[in-house]
């Protein structure tokens, strides 16, 4: 990574304890999601309501599960959260308290804070104890700092494509991991890069407009905010390519925060982070840790839990708070393990 990158996410990891945010604001607009909502897809459109009046047949029990994690962070130590690990374990003991096993995990990336050998250690003792047997992950801007990535490569990226691309296939869903941090635009603006492109043109040709396709990288696939690099500047290209399928779900993290929007059948949903919250678009002067409360720091920390349903191709879309983790249970699965 050039040193004109690491200056852009040096300015984004400002301390912003004192920026003026009003966080009583912020985490009133944060509220909604302490019920979760529950997305069921069919089609492309979306159908949500509350958690807590889901039933199982409405999507808690489906053919298959997945969770979705991300920006774990592990290193960071500031007053936005001290202790990142912990809440990562937090996030870990809700996975293994949920009523189905998730078939895997997805970790959408900033697994480690500045990508040191000793924070990815930390994180791969921390997922030891998942229940889900196989973690698929995709890089962040933090995972590549001091190396281009290749300390994440050797660990997570076995038998991918460039700097970390792939694809799966699970359970009639075609899965698509896709890196858009190798090469940060000005601004922080994410960027696919034409080789990748023309991998995902052809990694798509072979299925049929049937099938229903997640789509999951770091940086969102949409145009959030700009003026803070959230965002990928040639997204329109990747997603020209899954306009003929009647299914497409997007996850993405980086932004720390649940947004979603759904465009024709392609649905965009963004995760919370398991490490700290960040403000919301245009809310401060810039993106970074934002400092909330201690006993109000899990209510806006979380994961995402996904439901596949095999009639109607549906996926239903969970996102759980930290602070209602229920009884911790013990891990019982494998290390993390990469592709």
């Known amino acids: ?47 949500s309501r509350a958690f807590a009046k889901t039933t199982h047949r409405s999507g808690r029990h489906g053919d298959f599960s997945f969770v979705q994690i991300s ?15 912990a809440t990562l374990q937090v996030a870990i003991n809700k996975i293994n308290a949920l009523p189905q096993k998730p078939d895997f995990i997805i970790h959408t990336g900033d697994l480690s804070q500045l990508s040191k050998p000793s924070e990815f ?18 890089p962040g801007e933090h995972d590549m700092l001091t190396d281009n990535g290749e300390q994440f490569l050797q660990r997570y990226g076995k038998g991918t494509e460039g700097s970390g691309w792939y694809s799966f296939d699970h359970k009639g869903v075609h899965f698509v991991g896709l890196v858009n941090v190798a090469n940060l635009k000005a601004g922080g603006m ?21 099938t229903p396709i997640v789509l999951f990288a770091h940086i969102p696939l949409w145009t959030i905010y700009p ?30 925060q649940i947004m979603q929007k ?23 002067p810039s993106a970074g840790p934002m400092k909330v409360p201690a006993d109000q720091l899990q209510r806006v920390l979380g994961i995402t839990d996904v439901n596949y349903l095999v009639s109607g191709r ?26």
């Not at 879309?317 to 494998?334: F, R």
Request: aromatic share 8%.
């Open 71 to 85: 920006d774990s962070h592990i290193g960071f130590n500031k007053p936005a959260n001290p202790d990142v690990t």
């Open 121 to 138: 250690d930390t994180l791969d003792q921390v997922l030891k104890g998942a229940s889900a047997k196989q973690i698929y992950f995709v």
């Open 1 to 47: 990574m050039t040193d004109k990158n690491k200056d852009l996410i040096d300015q984004k990891l400002q301390d912003l304890n004192n920026d003026g945010v009003d966080r009583r604001g912020f985490l009133k607009c944060m509220a909604w999601a302490g019920t979760g909502l529950v997305w069921t897809m069919s089609g492309g459109i979306p159908s």
């Open 190 to 210: 994410g960027s696919l890069g034409h080789e990748q492109l023309e991998w995902l043109e052809d990694d798509l040709k072979g299925h049929s407009a049937s």
């Open 227 to 256: 003026d803070w690099g959230w965002g990928t500047d040639d997204s329109e290209q990747a997603l020209s390519y899954v306009k003929r399928f009647g299914s497409v779900t997007v996850l993405n993290g980086h932004i720390h």
């Open 314 to 339: 549906s996926l239903a879309v969970v996102d759980s708070l930290l602070a209602d983790s229920g009884s911790p249970a013990s891990g019982n699965g494998s290390g993390a393990g990469g592709r």
């Open 262 to 284: 759904v465009e024709g059948k392609v649905s965009f949903h963004t995760a919370m982070s398991t490490a700290f919250p960040q403000p919301a678009p245009g809310t401060a």
